[in-house]
């Protein structure tokens, strides 16, 4: 489907998540990116993000990616997953 719309930023954050969910975070990661490049994104992708890179043991890309998600969650009005966030930043700090 991604081929045929490869605009469509929906079928690329799906793309992404199957790749997470798969166990292939490096293709998660650059899909997920792909994605961000796109999409404002309210957050969720921008915590997938962080968590995958934070797995793969790249501390200061998660803490700049949930950082970012805190901006997006602020921003489309989600508190709770800002604070979320806050708990995973003051974890890897």
């Known amino acids: 489907m991604l081929e045929r719309r490869p605009d469509d930023a929906r079928l690329r954050f799906g793309l992404a998540v199957e ?13 997920l990116r792909r994605y ?6 309210e957050g969720n992708a921008w915590g997938r993000l962080a968590a995958a890179l934070d797995e793969l043991g ?5 803490l700049d990616a949930y950082r970012r998600g805190i901006e ?6 989600h508190p ?9 930043i ?4």
């Open 72 to 77: 997006a969650a602020h921003r489309f009005g």
């Open 58 to 62: 790249r501390t200061d890309d998660a």
């Open 80 to 88: 709770t997953m800002a604070e979320e966030f806050e708990e995973e």
């Open 36 to 41: 961000l490049e796109t999409a404002d994104d």
């Open 19 to 31: 790749y997470l969910n798969s166990g292939d975070l490096e293709t998660g990661v650059t899909e």
């Open 90 to 93: 003051d974890r890897l700090s």
